[in-house]
């Protein structure tokens, strides 16, 4: 048997609200906040890491809005770089055949776990 390299894992994104399933695999918060009304057991959120999400300061300038989207990528990209926490996620993957982001934000198409699963993914 020859060596084969190790298929790159899954990065999926959903919402902590939704159900969770086995093809979630290892689930991430990446909520500063924990999610309004839910309880930790019904969360089935294997690691939290509030550090990686939006500072305070970038989350409540962004609020969800549409037309701040664009900025809010930038500035998020930027803080990412300064914290170096992406590689704590990095080496999750190592790990883990399947990493799902879970983030509280009603808009699915604009947020922060958007974000980070698009740095996981090398774009």
Known sequence: MGW??????MIRIKRVYE?????DGWRVLVDR???RGMKKEAAHVDLCIKEVAPSDELRK???HKPEKWKEFQRK???????????SELKEM??????????????DEERNQAV???????GR
């Open 4 to 9: 084969a390299p190790r298929k790159a894992p």
């Open 93 to 106: 993957e190592r790990k883990h055949e399947t990493i799902t982001l879970l983030f509280g934000a009603k």
């Open 19 to 23: 159900k969770s399933g086995k093809e």
């Open 115 to 121: 974000v980070l699963a698009e740095v996981l993914r």
């Open 76 to 86: 998020y990209r930027k803080e990412l770089a300064k914290k170096n926490l992406v």
């Open 33 to 35: 906040l924990w999610p």
């Open 61 to 63: 300038w962004f609020g």
